[in-house]
């Protein structure tokens, strides 16, 4: 099993999240989180004035998927989610060691 974490443009969630169903993945986590990357934040002028936006709001995305999973669920998330210009945002793959369903008790891929 393998944890995706996908940090995109919060204008880009609604086609990644329905990208995600066409192919089968609707469990996810969704937060809305704040960072920066390389960009530094971003210069934004407002009446006149000059503002230094440092830390840009974000979706992270969050799910636990079956190993087999990992290569298309990436792919479909890189596809939906480019605008292709600097702070489209990144995704992680990490293992998992385990899962377990509380209600019920299952464990590992069954769980999910």
């Known amino acids: 099993m393998k944890k995706i974490e996908a940090i995109i443009r919060n204008k880009m969630?609604?086609?990644?999240?329905?990208?995600?169903?066409?192919?089968?993945?609707?469990?996810?986590?969704?937060?809305?989180?704040?960072?920066?990357?390389?960009?530094?934040?971003?210069?934004?002028?407002?009446?006149?004035?000059?503002?230094?936006?440092?830390?840009?709001?974000?979706?992270?995305?969050?799910?636990?998927v079956p190993d087999k999973d990992v290569e298309k669920l990436v792919e479909v998330i890189k596809t939906s989610a480019a605008t292709g210009t600097i702070g489209d945002g990144k995704i992680f793959v990490s293992p998992v060691e385990s899962a377990i369903r509380i209600r019920t008790g299952d464990k590992d891929e069954s769980a999910l």
């Open 13 to 64: 969630f609604p086609n990644v999240k329905d990208a995600l169903e066409s192919i089968g993945i609707s469990s996810m986590t969704v937060a809305h989180v704040e960072g920066r990357g390389k960009q530094k934040g971003v210069v934004q002028q407002w009446r006149g004035r000059t503002y230094s936006v440092d830390l840009i709001p974000k979706i992270k995305i969050e799910m636990v």
